[in-house]
Each structure stands twice: as structure tokens, then as C-alpha cells.
């Protein structure tokens, strides 16, 4: 019914940028905080990063601090800087009311994800 639509992902060499977008259909979400996961193959999803609903707090996870910007405008936005092997994933966006619900990966509302590939 609530749907997320991710798009940004591609394939990228070590080093570069990607900026990560996603957009709500149908409705609003209203005061829900909105933000990032990612999976790896064989791996338990990952929370990556977290905005609140007015866009005053952030949260990231340690890895990618310094690197990744999370940011709402019209559309959630992840800017990937400095680009590791390591990020490779399928990202997901995702919202909650809560960012502590999402900081222990855990969400109401998932898109379906979208692949970001980074060579060496």
C-alpha cells in the first residue's frame, strides 16, 4: 500500500560517488523517520544511516561516517562518497517513527531495493 522506490545504484570503481534516491508513493509519511539498509549476499541486512522527519538528526553507522551524507528534500537521499569494495550491497530504503527501531534494523515500511556494485 506504502510504497518506496529506491533508484541511484550502479556499478562503480573504488574511489568514486553514487547518490541514492528515494521517493514515497501515494501519501506522505508524516513525522516518520526515513532512512538506509543494506544486504550483501549471504549477509544479515546491515542499518547504514537515518534521518528524522524534519532532517535535524542524523545517525550512521561507524563505517561509513565521513563518507556517506544522508539529506531530505522533495525525495531521501544518500550521497556515497569515497566508494569502498566493502559498500557493495543492495540498498533499501526504508521508514519508521522510531530511529532507534532502525538503528536495531528493524523498519515498518521496506522498498525493494537497488544494487550498488563497487569494483577494486
Known amino acids: 500500500q506504502v510504497q518506496l522506490a529506491e533508484s541511484g545504484g550502479g556499478l562503480v570503481q573504488a574511489g568514486d560517488s553514487l547518490r541514492l534516491s528515494c521517493e514515497v508513493s501515494r501519501r506522505t509519511l508524516s513525522g516518520y523517520v526515513m532512512g538506509w539498509f543494506r544486504q550483501a549476499p549471504g549477509k544479515e541486512h546491515e542499518f547504514v544511516a537515518a534521518i528524522s522527519w524534519r532532517g535535524g538528526s542524523t545517525s550512521y553507522v561507524d563505517s561509513v561516517k565521513g563518507r556517506f551524507t544522508i539529506s531530505r528534500e522533495n525525495a531521501m537521499y544518500l550521497q556515497m562518497n569515497s566508494l569502498k569494495p566493502e559498500d557493495t550491497a543492495v540498498y533499501y530504503c526504508?521508514?519508521?517513527?522510531?530511529?532507534?527501531?532502525?538503528?536495531?534494523?528493524?523498519?515498518?515500511?521496506w522498498g525493494q531495493g537497488t544494487q550498488v556494485t563497487v569494483s577494486s
Open positions: 526504508a521508514a519508521d517513527l522510531s530511529m532507534a527501531t532502525m538503528r536495531l534494523r528493524r523498519a515498518e515500511f
